[in-house]
Each structure stands twice: as C-alpha cells, then as structure tokens.
C-alpha cells in the first residue's frame, strides 16, 4: 500500500477496533483479530493491526503489573 492511499484516520480507528475487538476476546488470536476486524482495513493493514494488538496487550499488561498508574490509564499516557 503507498502512503499516500492511507488517510489521517486510519490508524486511530485501527487502534480503537483492535481494542475494542480485545476487550471482547480477551483470549483472541492474531489471526482472529485479522479474520474479525481486517475487513474493514485495507488488505495490507493486516501488519498494522497485529501490531497494534501488541501495544494494546503491552498496555494492558503494563496497567495490571501497575507499571501504569495515574494518568496513563487514563488514556493520556500513550
């Protein structure tokens, strides 16, 4: 995909598919989350989406250690 065909939107509204996909299927796949949440995405989006399943799994990781506290679990901390 060339850059100029993504637009501006594209990556927040990836993010906030995937974590609500997560939230969801706390147990999923990559290869679920693609197979569920892809469709929506251009089809060389698929690298995207699996990464930002892997922030989104580090973040919440990160809030049950209680690496994140305060703020960043408000969301201002991303």
Request: no cysteine; charged share 25%.
């Amino acid at each position: 995909m060339r850059f100029r065909e993504e637009k501006f939107s594209d990556l927040p509204r990836a993010r906030e598919a995937v974590e609500k996909w997560r939230a969801a299927h706390p147990q999923g796949t990559t290869e679920q989350l693609i197979a569920a949440v892809g469709p929506a995405f251009h089809p060389e989006w698929g690298v995207v989406l699996r990464g930002v399943l892997f922030a989104v799994d580090r973040h919440q990781a990160r809030i049950v250690t209680g690496a994140i506290t305060g703020q960043a679990v408000l969301g201002q901390g991303r």
